[in-house]
């Protein structure tokens, strides 16, 4: 069964500095990775994804991830945040024959932004 | 061009009872899949329709059900409603090989 960890519950950092989050999957086959963000009281807006090809994918909002198979890990970044970045980020891994099929999202990173 | 819409955006149901939560798709695509996103965690996948049928299944009781209508509209009910179903359910709808783009969600408080 496939499966992803964020080890970082709260993630705090000040305004203009870098991010990672990190994100680690279980998966038997070629995974299908995601990253999602989910402000207060809405739905998840995805931020990019993998499916093949370079691992450096770029997102939107100035994100991008790197996909590290010997790792199984896909953590996303972030040269310099904003104030509005702060919100939960999710990381999901979906079955490699349809993208559009069931995904399996980590726990969370609540990130927070230091003025 | 409209997103996913979810309504209603809030509820508030007792224990026992039994809610329908609505959903209608991106317009162009033909996949919905239903998540259960408890406070504080993940979301967790329920099920999928396509072609209005039930395509995947995530590890719910029988109380989930749902259906999809010929217009890729669909609806997610739950029965005998549980304090542990409190939460908030994501409706998500795609293509073939285009990634899920997701609703606002309903907010489903149980009493």
């Known amino acids: 069964a496939q499966s992803v960890t964020q080890p970082d519950i709260h993630i705090t950092v000040s305004e203009g500095a870098s991010l990672e989050l990190r994100c680690n999957y279980s998966y038997g086959a070629t995974p299908y990775l995601f990253w999602y963000v989910q402000s207060p009281g809405q739905g998840l807006q995805l931020l990019l994804k993998y499916f093949s090809g370079d691992t450096l994918v770029q997102g939107i909002k100035g994100f991008e991830a790197e996909f590290k198979r010997s790792q199984s890990s896909f953590n996303l970044r972030k040269p310099s945040v904003h104030w509005s970045d702060a919100a939960e980020y999710f990381c999901a891994v979906g079955e490699s024959d349809n993208a559009g099929n069931m995904l399996t999202f980590g726990g969370g990173t609540r990130l927070m932004v230091k003025p | 061009d409209a997103g996913v819409t979810q309504s209603p955006t809030h509820l508030i149901k007792t224990r026992g009872q039994q809610v329908t939560l609505r959903c209608s798709p991106k317009?162009?695509?033909?996949?919905v899949s239903w998540y259960q996103q408890a406070l504080g965690q993940g979301p967790q996948f329920i099920f999928q329709y396509y072609e209005e049928e039930e395509r995947q299944r995530g590890n719910f009781p029988d109380r989930f059900s749902g259906h999809q209508f010929p217009n890729y509209s669909s609806e997610l009910n739950v029965n005998a409603l549980l304090l542990g179903d409190s939460a908030l359910y994501l409706c998500a709808s795609s293509i073939k090989n285009q990634p899920q783009h997701f609703g606002d969600g309903t907010r489903l408080s149980i009493l």
């Open positions: 317009s162009g695509h033909d996949t």
